[in-house]
């Protein structure tokens, strides 16, 4: 059971980090470099499925924990770690059922809106970037205990 459990960490881990990343660092600029103001609809397509991925992985590392509580021991970064990847998960559930429609709706709105869409754009980015820095460090932790 403990390796399908480290199995399962390591799969929703990688999966979660390289979808973030890849969309940060690659799709989002590739998209808007190459397409301009049109990526915005792509963007609009991909997003939605992008934080259901995000919802999904944090639910099941926050599930992998809880089972290492109830298999084994609920000391260490069990507790933290269940906090850290509920808190990620519902944040993703934000992201995706709050924040991308009233984003889309600010944009759809036109120039009147722009303010409002600027602030919710970054407000996307920080918790963003937020996901990102908190797998990271939680990546960094895995390799310090030893996988």
């Given at each position: 059971m403990g390796n399908?459990?480290?199995?399962l960490e390591l799969l929703s881990l990688t999966l979660w980090m390289g979808s973030v990343m890849f969309l940060s660092f690659v799709v989002a600029p590739t998209l808007f470099g190459v397409l301009g103001d049109t990526a915005g609809k792509a963007v609009r397509a991909i997003f939605p499925k992008y934080y259901l991925l995000g919802a999904v992985c944090g639910i099941v590392l926050a599930g992998v924990q809880i089972s290492r509580g109830v298999l084994w021991y609920w000391g260490g970064m069990i507790?933290?770690?269940?906090?850290?990847?509920?808190?990620?998960?519902?944040?993703?559930?934000?992201a995706r059922q709050v924040l991308t429609p009233a984003i889309n709706a600010s944009r759809d709105a036109g120039a009147g809106q722009?303010?409002?869409f600027d602030a919710l754009h970054r407000r996307s980015v920080m918790l963003n970037g937020f996901t990102m820095f908190f797998l990271l460090?939680?990546?960094?932790w895995m390799a310090l205990r030893g996988y």
């Amino acid at each position: 059971m403990g390796n399908f459990l480290n199995f399962l960490e390591l799969l929703s881990l990688t999966l979660w980090m390289g979808s973030v990343m890849f969309l940060s660092f690659v799709v989002a600029p590739t998209l808007f470099g190459v397409l301009g103001d049109t990526a915005g609809k792509a963007v609009r397509a991909i997003f939605p499925k992008y934080y259901l991925l995000g919802a999904v992985c944090g639910i099941v590392l926050a599930g992998v924990q809880i089972s290492r509580g109830v298999l084994w021991y609920w000391g260490g970064m069990i507790k933290p770690s269940i906090v850290l990847f509920s808190l990620l998960a519902l944040i993703q559930i934000y992201a995706r059922q709050v924040l991308t429609p009233a984003i889309n709706a600010s944009r759809d709105a036109g120039a009147g809106q722009k303010a409002r869409f600027d602030a919710l754009h970054r407000r996307s980015v920080m918790l963003n970037g937020f996901t990102m820095f908190f797998l990271l460090l939680y990546l960094v932790w895995m390799a310090l205990r030893g996988y």
